[in-house]
């Protein structure tokens, strides 16, 4: 009997992260949800993207906030009410979401942008001069 592990549940709810404790601890936690669907995408040495798919969301119902390294995205459905509509079949989802996605250091958020049912976020990791890399001389 084998078994395989898998860390891509370690991996869904960070962007650009270097520490695998803080990953294993958010398994742990299992904060995991699958709606609204979204991608990370890697689209740079320094630059990452998150899609979700917002379909049916208006963008005044959509709310991004960064708090302490968190980016929490979160939608609340307008009550509309369209008169004289009776639903054969409601296959869009209605209901309200919240998605939180832990960054890593120097990550930081550059804009937001919703287009054909895609919010799109842009982030970019910016490394201050003092937390790069750099030579020391050696003196004989």
């Known amino acids: 009997m ?7 549940p370690l991996f869904r709810h ?6 695998l404790n803080d990953l294993f601890e958010a398994a742990q936690r299992n904060e995991g ?10 689209v740079g040495d320094d630059a990452y993207r998150i899609v979700i798919a917002v379909a049916g969301f208006h963008q005044d119902e959509l709310e991004l906030n960064v708090e302490r390294g968190v980016l929490s995205v979160q939608g609340r459905k307008a009550e509309r009410s369209e008169e004289g509509v009776t ?3 409601q296959g869009i989802a209605q209901r309200g979401f919240r998605l939180q996605f832990r960054l890593a250091d120097h990550i930081e958020v550059q804009g937001a942008k919703l287009e054909h049912g895609l919010l799109r976020i842009e982030l970019k990791r910016i490394v201050p001069e003092e937390a790069k890399l750099r030579q020391i001389p050696i003196n004989a």
């Open 2 to 8: 084998t078994s395989a592990f898998s860390l891509a």
């Open 14 to 19: 960070s962007v650009g992260f270097d520490r």
């Open 33 to 42: 949800t699958s709606y609204p669907p979204y991608n990370m995408e890697k």
């Open 87 to 89: 639903y054969l079949h």
